[in-house]
């Protein structure tokens, strides 16, 4: 197992990029069965209302690129069966959307989730196997491969599921590596690092007056970017900034 492990690694490391990853990720999936490559991620699962959070990053292989528009920008992502079990589970599941099909997604099939059901039937992107990632900071992703068409033959024995498993893991280890230093925009408030160091302070109570001697700049400095923070965040007011801030991991180091 350590062997494999070890050459896998072997095979992302020789990547310098994200999309190098995905595209090394890709090649192994197809070398499983799989047809195409569903990767998200995003630094935490649910939004402040208790809805699954639309991911930070959405890559996508061998699937059109309108699917990002309509998870991303549509909000399908919070609506996806798929989402919405593997964000209530770690463990590796196989679904399909075909009538009749016993798997994990079949209660939820209904009038909500319809327009995801009916855009992957309308594409053949109707079953797969899906690894949820859940990080000990609080990160999720997942990683999927899709079988296009209608049938059984998801893989589904324990053993084909966690060789896909070892893998999904090992590239998320690899991409994540990638994710802060890419061009891509996530989809939280973007925040300074003063206004990120001025929110920190204020979570361990100090007030403007203590931060400005804290960090060197005047009072209404420092309440320039506690308000701007606050703005950014949708915050009514400091406290409000503060649990927001903390709540999408912005006050992370």
Known sequence: MLDEITTIRRRFARHGTLDGCIDEAFVAMRGLGYEALIYDYTPVPYDLDGSIMIPSMLKLRNIDDDMYDYWCDRGYFRIDPVQLVA???????????????????????????????????????????????????????????????????????????????????VFHDAAYAYYNRSALSPRLPALTERERECLRHSAHGLSAKEIAR????????????????????????????????????????
């Open 87 to 169: 964000a209530h589970s770690s463990r590796p599941f196989a679904w399909n959307y075909d009538d009749g099909a016993d798997t994990e997604i079949r209660a939820l099939l209904n009038e909500t989730t319809e327009p995801v059901a009916r855009y992957l039937r309308e594409r053949d992107l109707t079953r797969g196997v899906t690894i949820p990632i859940h990080m000990p900071r609080g990160g999720y992703a997942t990683v999927t491969g899709v079988r296009f068409g209608a049938g059984e033959d998801v893989p589904r024995d324990p053993g084909s599921i966690a060789q896909f498993g070892l893998l999904a893991h």
């Open 214 to 253: 804290v960090i060197g700049r005047s009072v209404p400095t420092v309440v320039m970017h506690l308000t701007a923070a606050a703005r950014k965040l949708g915050a009514r007011n400091r406290t409000q900034a503060v649990v927001r801030a903390a709540h999408f991991r912005l006050l992370d180091n």
